[in-house]
């Protein structure tokens, strides 16, 4: 009897990841998940759209191969100005609140761009595009995984990053659908014109403003909750999951009270009693600054400054080559159309290609730019729809063998593989080729990040992963931008001098990769 008056003893005061556990795991989650999956959808389909818009827009904004890659790289910066951002608004607000507002921004920023007219009121709009996904992009995982046990945490995100490849594949649909459609090219003035692709940016805007319906109904993260001093508020958020998945009155919830990490070495117990009122014995603000640069000393000092160096240069490299290849596909495929309709039973490859369009003669050059105006070969909206089909059997393949083959052993196979189909590109004679090249270039690129995040956790202590991460995908972001002002500037004249940096950076990624070392989650550090 005594015992089992310790054993509720226990689970009415416990930690997070206790009560979090007997809120239950079933119905809640997948519920959250497929709303999840589709905010995460959304964001996938906002950050690529500019790769159909690149073709499309060329003659309206009279855009050169440098403007195009300043174009891409745009959203870019914006996302780099706008994670630090929402991160502290997510910090200050609540990361429902923020994935929120992040994605009416993005909404607006779309409609906005569809309409202006200049091409530099269109960067700007699209800037702010990639301020605003960022946010939702960023944030969406930890809002998710606030709601997992550390038993269903890993699967159930790597499920969620499935989506990202449904929005690749739903973004040629789109495009196809609204871009070679005349209907959708009304003329409404001389000064003003809303053509077809105009339309495609607005359109892409629209899932944003859907997808906030879906997360409303949902709650606020009740980690959040706890550490924002709101405990009464994390305790009804975690006793309507266990309704929801038990079925059982929320009175039958066991815990009462909650014990949270705190910053610092301690813990800090929260409650809250039968009148609601909430105690919390915090840590000073003296302590908290003090954690605070104990964690940052011990990034910047071996071994972890010499992995997190490491990290970011896997990261700046891989998203120098899949970011830019990714948004300049549906251009490449639009210039092997063209070559082959200029140069028919010709073979060529991708630089041999760009070379010859850039230095055709001006009135070839002329009725190329008319040809344009009026449509993109439907052989592009197929063409980029098979890439994005290609990913997924990765993304599925990843998920389920990850923990067999190693996150570490998968990391090395996955850069140097996307190290050679990056170079081969130089090797392909014709569309079709290209196609199968870029094909097995994307199944493979596309998960890679996912993997290097997972080794990041590994390798690097709870108290500095986050800061880690945080650093690599900032570097990852530079990398893009890099890569696309790199690829724009290049692929007329020069076009094998970016693709042979591609294929340089995966495989040198790859090589020092095995160098990491090997970790397991019960030898990390506390």
């Given at each position: ?12 005061r ?5 009560a979090?556990?007997h ?8 519920l ?54 929402w ?30 007219q ?10 702010f ?5 960022i946010?939702?992009?960023?944030l ?19 499920r969620?990053?499935v ?41 892409c ?11 409303i ?24 999951i ?16 909650m ?12 409650s ?27 990034l910047i ?23 830019t ?20 039973d ?84 014709s ?24 080794v ?21 972001r530079?990398?893009?931008i ?19 940096m ?14 990491l ?10």
């Amino acid at each position: 009897m005594e015992e089992q008056a310790e054993s509720k003893e226990r689970v009415q005061r416990a930690p997070f990841e206790t009560a979090l556990h007997h809120a239950g795991y079933g119905c809640f989650q997948w519920l959250l998940l497929m709303s999840c999956g589709a905010i995460y959808a959304v964001c996938a389909l906002s950050t690529t759209t500019l790769s159909f818009v690149l073709p499309a827009a060329e003659n309206d904004f009279n855009l050169t191969s440098s403007d195009k890659g300043r174009l891409t790289a745009t959203p870019l910066i914006g996302m780099c100005v706008g994670s630090y951002f929402w991160g502290n608004l997510a910090d200050a607000r609540g990361r429902k609140m923020a994935i929120i507002g992040a994605l009416l921004l993005d909404a607006t920023a779309a409609f906005l761009s569809s309409v202006v007219q200049t091409f530099s009121a269109f960067l700007a709009c699209r800037f702010f595009s990639g301020f605003g996904i960022i946010g939702a992009t960023g944030l969406i995982f930890p809002y998710f995984g606030d709601f997992l046990s550390l038993r269903h945490r890993d699967v159930m995100l790597c499920r969620l990053e499935v989506f990202w490849t449904f929005g690749t594949i739903l973004l040629p649909g789109i495009a196809f659908l609204i871009i070679p459609d005349p209907r959708f090219n009304w003329a409404i003035g001389p000064p003003f014109s809303y053509t077809s692709w105009r339309v495609f940016v607005a359109a892409c805007g629209i899932p944003s403003l859907l997808v906030v319906l879906l997360l409303i109904p949902f709650p606020e993260s009740p980690r959040y909750l706890l550490y924002a001093n709101k405990a009464e508020q994390a305790l009804q958020v975690l006793q309507r999951i266990f309704v929801v998945n038990t079925k059982l009155h929320e009175k039958d919830f066991p815990v009462e009270s909650m014990i949270s990490a705190g910053e610092g070495e301690e813990e800090e117990v929260v409650s809250a009693d039968t009148n609601g009122n909430e105690t919390k014995t915090s840590l000073t603000w003296g302590q908290r600054w003090q954690a605070f640069w104990v964690r940052k000393k011990m990034l910047i000092t071996p071994p972890y400054i010499g992995l997190l160096v490491l990290c970011c240069f896997v990261d700046f490299g891989l998203m120098f080559s899949y970011y830019t290849l990714m948004m300049w596909f549906p251009d490449l495929f639009e210039r092997f159309s063209q070559f082959s309709s200029l140069y028919p039973d010709t073979s060529a490859g991708v630089c041999e290609v760009s070379f010859a369009l850039a230095n055709h003669t001006s009135d070839v050059t002329s009725s190329v730019a008319i040809h344009k105006a009026a449509s993109i070969d439907d052989r592009v909206y197929i063409h980029t729809l098979v890439v994005a089909l290609s990913c997924v059997p990765t993304a599925l393949w990843v998920g389920l063998t990850i923990n067999i083959v190693g996150k570490k052993l998968m990391l090395v196979i996955m850069l140097i593989s996307s190290g050679l189909a990056a170079l081969g590109l130089n090797l392909v004679r014709s569309s079709l080729e290209n196609l199968i090249l870029s094909c097995v270039f994307e199944a493979i690129v596309s998960c890679t990040e996912a993997v290097l995040f997972c080794v990041i956790c590994e390798i690097f202590p709870t108290k500095v992963a986050a800061t880690a991460m945080a650093v690599t995908v900032m570097c990852g972001r530079i990398g893009a931008i890099v890569g696309n002002v790199v690829f724009g500037a290049l692929v007329d004249e020069h076009c094998v001098v970016p693709i042979y940096m591609f294929g340089t950076f995966l495989i040198t990624s790859g090589l020092l990769c095995i160098i990491l070392p090997k970790s397991t989650r019960p030898e990390r550090h506390p």
